[in-house]
């Protein structure tokens, strides 16, 4: 199993940015897939979730309205479009599929002027 975070960066306040997430070695389009991250001294937070056939979606207080989870089931990605960034959004930022043990390496997200 591979899960392989990408598109991370250094980016403004009020910047935006796509997080991507190759996934491989699973049945992807059985599962529900989440973003996760962890800024450093804090605990790994849910962010967003979507259903396997992505249909529907789970945001966190935090970040609803400016972010939106979606997936490619054909390509076996997920996404993360990242809007009106703020400087606490600053984290590692993870994939992960609902219920299996399976992490990539993630990808940092430093929001700063």
């Known amino acids: 199993v591979q899960l392989v975070e990408s598109g991370g960066g250094l980016v403004q306040p009020g910047g935006s940015l796509k997080l991507s997430c190759a996934a491989s070695?699973?049945?992807?389009?059985?599962?529900?897939m989440n973003w996760y991250r962890q800024a450093p001294g804090k605990q790994r937070e849910l962010v967003a979730r979507i259903s396997s056939a992505g249909s529907s979606t789970y945001y966190a207080d935090s970040v609803k309205g400016r972010f939106t989870i979606s997936r490619d089931n054909a390509k076996n990605t997920v996404s993360l479009q990242m809007n009106s960034l703020k400087p606490e959004d600053t984290a590692v930022y993870y994939c992960n599929a609902r219920g299996r043990p399976d992490w990539g390496q993630g990808t940092q997200v430093t929001v700063s002027s």
């Open positions: 070695g699973f049945r992807f389009s059985s599962y529900e």
